[in-house]
């Protein structure tokens, strides 16, 4: 059986994944502050709302902004009316957005995008000794955005934070570990590169080859794509 794609939105991250974001799984997006995981985010929603879909956006940071939505899309309006937004401020009000999206999604809503899910789990971590606890309850959450992207074949966006070891500096990390890695089946890490440049490296793809990459420029418009002998070319 054909696994269907949803466009995200550019046609360079769309050619890195072979047609779009896989529609029945939990596709994870994972980097520093400021590398565009938002960007890649309103990308798909406003290439989802021209579609006449409805995207259910879970905003735990605040993060989305309507007039970076303005700069790349002229017709914000028509996007802003197809999107619902969902901005728990507790770890427990996130658990019960996802309980209550298990049973409201319908074949209307086209894309189900958690920016971020690291923000109220850390906030969490901070002040419960439950360590375990936490972590049970974090998977049990990615659990009920898996069987929603299975069950109704809608694409499930995650954004989440990263940090560093101290003995393994180099070594890139994301916050909630396995839980995330083993929940999510398409891992897609976002660096910053010289030049204000970015890349994007899919570290996991249950189709395509790992460590395939592209590098890009976030623009007014949304994003451009960096050959890196001949200067820019937009896509």
Known sequence: METQKTPTGSRILDKMLN????????????GPAGSGKTVLCMLCAINIARQNKKIVYVDTESGFSLERLKQIALDYKKIL?????????????????????RNLVNDKIGLIVIDTIAMLYRLELGKNDDVYEVNRELGKQIAYLAEIAAKHGIPVLVTNHVYSDFGEKNKVNIVGGDILKYGSKCLIELQITPYNNRRAILKKHRSIADENRITFKIVQGGIIGVKETRGFKLF
Do not use: A
């Open 81 to 101: 009316d197809n999107i619902i937004f969902l901005r728990p401020v507790s770890f427990d009000d996130q658990k019960k957005v996802f309980e209550k999206l």
């Open 19 to 30: 047609g779009g974001y896989d529609s029945d799984i939990i596709t994870t997006i994972y």
